[in-house]
C-alpha cells in the first residue's frame, strides 16, 4: 500500500521511462555495432533459360537478344532491378537494360546485324551449291573471276538466271566455252548460250515470273490407286 501523500505513477507515464532507457541503451551499444557495406548487397534473380531456333531468350515476358552462335543451347539469365545479363557458363555473352513491359523485344544492333550477315551469307552459299550441282564447270568460273576481283555475288545471281532461262546442259556447255576462250564473265557465257540456240534454230527463251499461286498450280499431283473407288462402289451396293 502506499504511503499516504504519495501517489503511483499513472500507466501513460511508463511508456516514457522505459523508452528514455532504450534510447540511453541504444546509444551506448551502436559504438560498437559494424558499419553498413558501401556496396549493397545484390539482389539478383538467376533463371535457366534454353534458346530456341531464334536467337532469343524469354523473361519476364519479354524477349531478349543473344549472338545468332548460341541458338539451341541452354543459358543462365542473371537479372537484377537494373540490367539482365545472359551468361554461357561463366562468361557474359549479352548485357540488356532490364525492361518492365509485356511482349516487348529488347536487342543489341551488333546481335541482329551478325544475324542479318550470317543469312545473306547462307543465301550466298545455297546459291552457290545450286549453280554448281547443275553446271560443275560454274566453279572455276568463280574462281578465276575472284582472281581478278570479280563481284562474285552478281556473277552467281546472273548464271542462276542463266539456268533458269537455257538449263544445266546449254548453261555447262557455255561456261566451258568462255573458260576456254579465258574470258571468266557471264557475258561470254551469255554470247555462247545465244551463239548456240542461233545454230539450232531456237527461239530466243522468255524468262515469266509467274506469282506463287500460279506456280503452285504447276506442282505434280501425285495419282491415287483406282482400286479406292472400286472399294467404295462394292460397300455402297453392299448398302443398298
Do not use: W
Not at 534473380?45 to 531478349?64: H, I, S, T, W
Not at 552467281?156 to 533458269?164: G, M, V
Not at 545454230?199 to 483406282?226: N, S
Amino acid at each position: 500500500m502506499p504511503r499516504q501523500g504519495h501517489q503511483l505513477p499513472t500507466q501513460n507515464e511508463f511508456p516514457d521511462v522505459r523508452l528514455h532507457h532504450l534510447r540511453e541503451v541504444f546509444a551506448e551499444e551502436a559504438k560498437r555495432l559494424l558499419a553498413l557495406p558501401d556496396n549493397p548487397a545484390p539482389l539478383l534473380e538467376q533463371v535457366a533459360v534454353r534458346v530456341g531456333k531464334m536467337p532469343y531468350v524469354r523473361f519476364d515476358l519479354n524477349d531478349y537478344s543473344v549472338p545468332h552462335d548460341h541458338v539451341r543451347r541452354g543459358l543462365t539469365i542473371l537479372a537484377d532491378p537494373q540490367e539482365v545479363r545472359i551468361v554461357d557458363g561463366s562468361a557474359v555473352i549479352a548485357l540488356h537494360p532490364r525492361c518492365y513491359d509485356k511482349g516487348a523485344q529488347i536487342e543489341e544492333p551488333a546481335h541482329v546485324q551478325a544475324l542479318v550477315d550470317q543469312k545473306r551469307s547462307a543465301r550466298k552459299h545455297r546459291a552457290t551449291d545450286r549453280l554448281v550441282r547443275a553446271a560443275p564447270a560454274s566453279q572455276t568460273l568463280l574462281m578465276r573471276a575472284a582472281e581478278r576481283g570479280e563481284n562474285l555475288g552478281a556473277i552467281t545471281a546472273t548464271l542462276l538466271r542463266l539456268l533458269d532461262r537455257y538449263g544445266a546442259g546449254e548453261l555447262q556447255a557455255s561456261i566451258c566455252e568462255a573458260l576456254t576462250r579465258n574470258v571468266p564473265h557471264p557475258n561470254a557465257v551469255r554470247l555462247a548460250l545465244d551463239r548456240r540456240r542461233e545454230e539450232r534454230g531456237a527461239a530466243p527463251p522468255v524468262a515469266a515470273g509467274l506469282p506463287a499461286h500460279v506456280q503452285a498450280r504447276d506442282r505434280p499431283v501425285k495419282p491415287h490407286a483406282l482400286e479406292t473407288y472400286d472399294q467404295i462402289k462394292d460397300c455402297s451396293d453392299d448398302n443398298n
